[in-house]
Nanobody, 116 residues
């Protein structure tokens, strides 16, 4: 069974940085894309960033220029989200997602809190 494990969340002051990591295991077949969503209390889950197997990236307008999604290689089962210039509005649970031919999978999430 595919498992996604996130790490790197925590409490940070406004303007600070965090780097999230997500490691996937027990994957069968090629990875089409990996990405990060976030969900704050009382709000809908929203896409933060995604990266395809060919390296194409997509970002929410609210994080463009501040967040960077990356993988070490097209075959890598690890995806990173570098988050800089964090704002209180970025506070949320961040969830990793992965898509293969067999379907989409989700991690349990890691909490990011931006507060002074």
């Amino acid at each position: 069974q595919v498992q996604l494990t996130e790490s790197g969340g925590g409490l940070v002051h406004p303007g600070g940085s965090l780097r999230l990591s997500c490691t996937a295991s027990s994957i069968r077949g090629d990875i089409y894309a990996m990405g990060w969503f976030r969900q704050a209390p009382g709000k809908k889950r929203e896409l933060v960033a995604s990266i395809t197997s060919t390296g194409n990236t997509n970002y929410a307008d609210s994080v463009k220029g501040r967040f960077t999604i990356s993988r070490d290689s097209p075959e890598s089962t690890v995806v990173y989200l570098q988050m800089d210039m964090l704002e209180p509005e970025d506070t949320a649970t961040y969830l990793c997602t992965l898509s293969t031919h067999a379907g989409s999978y989700w991690g349990q999430g890691t909490q990011v809190t931006v507060s002074s």
